[in-house]
């Protein structure tokens, strides 16, 4: 007959007891709030009919775009280049690998934060022969003040929420046992970012006047925040 092996693993804590009850709350906030930046998309189309002069043409036109851009000065945060192609066409009949025409496109984003000068230069960039301009994009920087008010918020509302279910026992709190982000302790889900409203200009050919700027109204940002919290009360009198 074997004998029992006892148990070695710990007992299990006690989520409170009878001298140091416990009060588990969540906290949240809600805020919403003015953009910081706006991104736009740019994209710089050329063809011709051999490789050379499509991207002569391209070459001639991405360096006005950028420097229409950089005229802006401090009201541009960020100006970065991003994907480049040169692409044949070839024809749709006939044998052999014969080209018709070659294809040259140059994708450029741009971040602002003078939101009056962006619409300028939106309805300025959409009025170049060929080129194409999407967004904007509004967003908040990643150590915007917004997102620690939102934190603070939501700690403040846990704390109210804990005093007001000890004070419904005719008691009061004693201690912060625990606070934490929701999922702190697991891999929190991945959230995509809420798109921005999205203004598309197309390829369009130069106008004999520029035209008057867009209107462009800011989108308003949501920021969410929630936390867990865990405090300890004086034993109520039940």
Do not use: C
Request: proline letters at 8%; a negative charge; glycine letters at 6%.
């Amino acid at each position: 007959m074997t004998a029992a092996i006892p148990d070695a693993s710990p007992p299990a804590v006690p989520y409170g007891t009878p001298e140091a009850p416990r009060i588990a709350v969540r906290g949240e906030a809600r805020l919403e709030v003015d953009p910081e930046i706006a991104r736009i998309g740019i994209t710089v189309a050329a063809r011709g009919r051999d490789r050379r002069s499509a991207l002569d043409d391209l070459t001639r036109r991405n360096a006005g775009v950028l420097d229409l851009v950089k005229s802006y000065g401090d009201a541009v945060e960020r100006l970065e280049t991003g994907a480049f192609s040169i692409t044949p066409e070839l024809t749709k009949h006939g044998r052999g690998e014969r080209v018709r025409t070659y294809h040259g496109s140059v994708r450029v984003t741009a971040e602002l934060t003078d939101f009056t000068a962006l619409g300028e230069l939106t309805t300025r960039l959409a009025d170049l022969d060929l080129t194409r301009v999407d967004g904007p994009w509004w967003a908040l920087r990643p150590d915007s003040p917004a997102h620690r008010e939102a934190r603070k918020q939501a700690v403040h509302e846990a704390v109210q929420r804990a005093r007001e279910y000890a004070e419904a026992l005719g008691t009061s709190l004693s201690a912060l046992v625990e606070l934490a982000d929701i999922g702190a302790e697991s891999a929190p889900p991945a959230y995509p970012q809420a798109p921005g409203r999205m203004r598309s200009a197309a390829f369009a050919g130069a106008a004999e006047d520029t035209p008057a700027p867009l209107d462009l109204e800011p989108q308003r940002q949501r920021v969410h925040a929630q936390i867990n919290a865990r405090f300890t009360m004086v034993p109520p009198q039940l």
